[in-house]
């Protein structure tokens, strides 16, 4: 039987406008790579953008195995996070280090299972 070839986070965060660290990009960062370390993946590099004092940040941790990406509304008090891991690695083990970051008021979590074989 052939396994999907990677498995695919999907996560939607609703917390406290402008609270902290909800919206602090440079710790969110940090916390990224230890999720990723969590799931088994490799960090090769990142990219982050913060878009003004007041407004949100989006980041893309690039990953061996894919990567991490989180874009953040500070005025609507959301952030969704995508994570999509290949091979071996386990999305659901870097789920508590992302929920215990950001410590939500309420959260949806989405797994997928992408490339299953068609036949």
Known sequence: M???????LILDLWGEVA?????????AAEMFVEAAKDAGATVL?????????GHGY????????SHISVHTWPEKGYAAIDAFYCGVC???SSLP??????KPIKHKVLFIQRGEPLI
């Open 2 to 8: 052939n396994k999907p070839l990677g498995k695919h």
């Open 97 to 102: 280090t992302m929920l215990d970051f950001y």
């Open 90 to 92: 386990d999305p659901e």
């Open 45 to 53: 590099t990142q990219r982050w953008h913060h878009f003004g004092d």
């Open 58 to 65: 989006t980041g893309v941790v690039v990953l061996a195995e």
């Open 19 to 27: 609270s902290f660290p909800f919206w602090s990009m440079d710790a």
